[in-house]
């Protein structure tokens, strides 16, 4: 029994620094995948639907994208081409995995609260698994638009592969954005109804339903400032219009010349990723110490 006390002392030393956590998480990624698997039961084998329910939320973003873009055209004059619709399904895919991504993982630390205070483990588990439960949904989705653009007209080029570090820089965004919200709503429970909010009409804040060049050159810049918008915007140029992310992207508008997209928005896009990401490991941490008491 002697011999156990070390590691048993040495597992409830509390750990500040991200780099520890992040240690620490790895030697409990068996429970992160025990947590993962719960919430992927309970979503897909437990459901009438199963996995429907990983296109459900990308069709209906798709559809009323459409709608949206019927109503532009019959306003304009132009008619949709196979390309526009293209383009609502790639940019439907990040956004509606970070949309379910963050509102599941809103809830996770009370969603388990009969676990906190009982056992030992990284609470970071909890919301994290949530995340990488919603990767599942977003893979299946990618798997579906690449059988499904080619016949909208969409050949893929070879700068699609931009697509995969922008989607790993996404994922790290949401990690951070998902610790943070997790925490926050265990000290303040009506964080879960302001984030259904902002997901709710952040939708057109970002360039889902339409391009940014529809709001003008100071629109347009306003608009990529804005935390998701250069994600979605980076997945849909590399792989729908196969431009490089390392070029300027511009467009041509009524009130004149608008930036789509900056080579240094890269460099704008993993920061964000990189500061959320740390930033919320590290709040979480130091707040996790007061988890049992307002669980």
């Known amino acids: 029994m002697k011999d156990h006390e070390p590691k048993h002392q ?19 990624r068996d429970l992160v995948y025990q947590f993962v698997l719960r919430d992927l039961t309970i979503r897909y084998v437990q459901a009438v639907m199963g996995f429907a329910w990983a296109l459900l939320m990308p069709v209906l973003i ?19 081409e196979g390309a526009s619709v293209a383009s609502l399904a790639v940019k439907a895919l990040p956004w509606a995995f970070f949309s379910g991504a963050i509102s599941l993982a809103t809830q996770s630390i009370l969603s388990h609260a009969n676990l906190i ?34 016949f909208l007209g969409v050949h893929l080029g070879l700068m699609a592969l931009w697509g995969l570090p922008v989607l790993i820089a996404l994922l790290f965004f949401t990690f951070g954005c998902a610790l943070i919200l997790s925490c926050s709503n265990l000290f303040y429970r009506d964080v879960k109804y302001l984030v259904q909010v902002v997901l709710n009409f952040g939708v057109f804040a970002t360039p889902v339903f339409f391009e940014p060049q529809m709001l003008g050159p100071t629109g347009a810049k306003i608009m990529m400032r804005l935390p998701l918008s250069p994600f979605i915007e980076a997945i849909d140029l590399a792989v729908v219009h196969n431009q490089s992310l390392l070029r300027p992207v511009l ?23 990189i500061v959320c990401f740390w930033g919320g490991l590290r709040m979480f941490r130091s707040a996790s110490s007061k988890f049992a008491e307002m669980a």
Request: charged share 10%; no cysteine.
């Open 62 to 80: 798709v559809g009323a994208g459409v709608i949206f873009r019927l109503v532009v055209s019959t306003l304009s004059g132009q008619a949709i």
């Open 117 to 150: 205070g009982k056992i030992y483990f990284p609470r970071e588990a909890l919301p994290i698994a949530s995340v990488l439960a919603q990767s599942v949904d977003l893979l299946i989705g990618l798997v579906v638009m690449l059988l499904v653009i080619p």
């Open 251 to 273: 467009a041509t508008t009524s009130k004149g010349i608008a930036e789509v997209w900056s080579p240094w928005m890269l460099v704008y896009m993993m920061a964000l990723s």
């Open 10 to 28: 040495l597992r409830h030393t509390p750990i500040s620094s991200a780099t520890g956590v992040l240690r620490e998480l790895w030697r409990s």
